[in-house]
DNA sequence: TCCTAATCATCTATTTTTGTATATCAGATA
DNA sequence: TATCTGATATACAAAAATAGATGATTAGGA
């Protein structure tokens, strides 16, 4: 039985030791010392009644109910790194910290110029990049702007299509010199080519599209897209990558341009509550402005 | 700017602030001083960089600064009681509390008995009833489970449509008694009936079945259903509510069986999360099936 | 086998936070 | 006008939280 409510710095603290799987870790983290540390866990042991950690000389080990708690001590941590983002951005004009998720080619490939110019522009804003393919974060408010491949449906997010970002595929020259250029899609059969690790929404729209990829077999393998496109630049083999991209490297060809061609959906999300603060409404504009240039909008 | 994060205690004072609107009130509020509370302000203040309220002597008046964080602080609190919620069921077996959101009308009229069954089921389960309309109440963890009457569309929740509740014009036979009891639809622009105070999705549902709604100018309106339904009760006059709820009071009939009825559906939903945390799954389960009951399935 | 490095637990001095009491101010009321 | 009630601000003492130092325990490596 909970008596009094604990303090809500208590929970950094938990947050803080799940995370750093020691009081002493957990204390040079936050700037304090492993006694306080200590003694909070043992506040918030005392307070919700039962048992979070296992001592041991090694750390502390978490109990079941301590996992269980972790998800949301992780959405405190969020949203109070969304309060302070928020107060960051006070005062009026373009001034602040906005945080972007975006997935890793995206982040790394596409965005860069885009977010370079508009710091450009705003010299008093802060642009923090999570590089990470997961839906949800932004109703966790672990972003305020998102850049996603699958239209999101939920009503409080403010949604722009960009358009469809066509994939296509490719191979280096050095490599179709070594092992020639199929001829047809059921060569690539023959062919060393660059796979996804793991079953995915995005995996089976291409098998939906070419059904041939189902037959395939890998020799490279990797969930992440970046992975795949060093992969294809190294010679590796062939693999789907944005056309875009891949047109950056003279050296790359682009391999059945009429049969093998799959747009990309784009879209640019943001939440609503945060459309009229300046930071999101012009980082958002140029997000959409600088993708539809990408695309050649 | 900000140099270091600021207690996460200081937001819980800040919120409180806010919603009391003095510091006394909220030092009474969270069992602490007024000096206390004020210096917690003013440290936050300092910590953010700019002010959040103007003192006077009538109590503190936030800043528009203020009122923009604010609905972070309170997302902060529902998460804070949320990890609180979870924290009680701690342990095994159904216990802790669970939080039920539903409108005015299921939480009064509907849930009672149901809630009182699975109150005597498992005495170490504390419930906890939340009555308002508002969908959103689940994706900021304002609510362990709600009863809808719409469908949400969110990936992350667990849904059970229970069915479409029967609604039905309904007048207390003392008003028809006096007013006579009206032969055509048409008769009712003639008559007292029963209205909504604003424009809602529900609303627009009805008017969108019977057009003659519209014409309808009623002399009584409220936004509650609760108020509409004890209007019908009390003989004001003629108006919509639900035909289970009606047949409870032989006095009450039922208008016009035939030309108008309209499906209310209903549905129970969780967050995906809490689907095995004994207490939310056996509440989930007993809404369901108690509500299936009521609908006579 | 012994040494090192990491951990948590405990004790005490110090710093920080909080509470108490009081002063001050604005508005409502007789 | 005098008074009462609510509010915030300030000074100082009390309480609480914190840091620092030390000891005990364990794992891993020479």
Redesign the interface.
């Known amino acids: 039985?909970?008596r009094i409510?604990p303090?809500?710095?208590f929970?950094?603290t938990f947050l803080t030791v799940l995370q750093q799987g020691s009081l002493s870790a957990a204390a040079r983290e936050l700037g304090l010392t492993q006694p306080t540390i200590g003694r909070h866990i043992d506040a918030l042991e005392t307070s919700?009644?039962?048992q979070l950690f296992i001592r041991s000389p090694q750390g502390l080990i978490p109990t079941e109910?301590a996992t269980?708690?972790r998800?949301?001590?992780e959405?405190?941590a969020s949203?109070?790194a969304?309060?302070?983002r928020?107060?960051?951005g006070?005062?009026g004009g373009v001034r602040g910290t906005v945080r972007i998720s975006a997935s890793e080619v995206i982040g790394i490939e596409v965005l860069p110029p885009i977010l370079s110019a508009l710091s450009d522009q705003h010299p008093d804003l802060i642009i923090e990049l999570s590089l990470s393919d997961a839906v949800?974060n932004l109703?966790h408010?672990e972003a305020d702007i998102a850049v996603r491949m699958v239209e999101p449906?939920?009503?409080?997010l403010i949604t722009r299509r960009i358009g469809g970002i066509p994939l296509g595929l490719h191979a280096h020259r050095r490599y179709l010199d070594k092992h020639g250029i199929p001829e047809k899609l059921e060569d690539l059969l023959d062919h060393r080519t660059i796979g996804f690790d793991r079953e995915s929404a995005f995996v089976r729209a291409i098998r939906k599209r070419v059904p041939l990829i189902e037959l395939m077999r890998p020799s490279f393998r990797a969930d992440s897209n970046l992975a795949q496109l060093a992969a294809i630049r190294a010679g590796f083999g062939i693999g789907v990558c944005q056309v875009a991209l891949a047109k950056r490297d003279p050296e790359i060809v682009r391999l059945f341009k009429t049969e093998f061609t799959l747009p990309l959906e784009t879209f640019v999300v943001m939440h609503e509550?945060l459309k009229t603060?300046p930071r999101c409404r012009v980082t958002f504009d140029a997000l959409v402005e600088g993708l539809l240039a990408y695309l050649g909008k």
Not at 153 to 156: F, K, P, R, S
């Open positions: 039985m909970i409510e303090s809500w710095d929970y950094r919700i009644g039962f109910a269980d708690l998800p949301h001590a959405q405190l949203n109070a969304a309060l302070l928020a107060a960051s006070q005062g949800e109703l408010q449906e939920q009503d409080a509550n603060t």
